[in-house]
């Protein structure tokens, strides 16, 4: 295996293939280990993508998860793209008690400082 700097540098000096395409390859693969370790190294050699992009995948690989005739879903994929969304969360309201002291902090005029 080559390192992953190697191809992080290959993949952005050729640009033939992109984070989507590689997700949606792995989308269609049944899930497992390999899968898992795959998703990993896309995320480190393509770098973070935007949330849309996460979004979209991740609703491609929900729709594809469902059962196919007999053949079991492939989660992998979406737990993944799961993860990833979750880190986009919002950050919690800022509770009422909790204030900031510099708030009520007035500023000094420069004329009135004693030095």
Known sequence: M??????AFTMKALQTIS????ISDLI????????????NRADKIFGPQDYKI????YDLSEETA????????NNTVSRFLERLLKSFAAFAPIPEWMTSSYINIVPVP??????
């Open 54 to 57: 996460y979004q979209n995948l």
């Open 110 to 115: 420069p004329d009135k400082v004693k030095c």
């Open 66 to 73: 469902k059962p196919i005739e007999e053949r079991d879903p």
């Open 28 to 39: 269609a693969y049944d899930g497992g280990p390999l899968t898992t370790l795959a998703c």
């Open 19 to 22: 984070f989507i395409e590689v």
């Open 2 to 7: 080559f390192p992953v700097e190697v191809l």
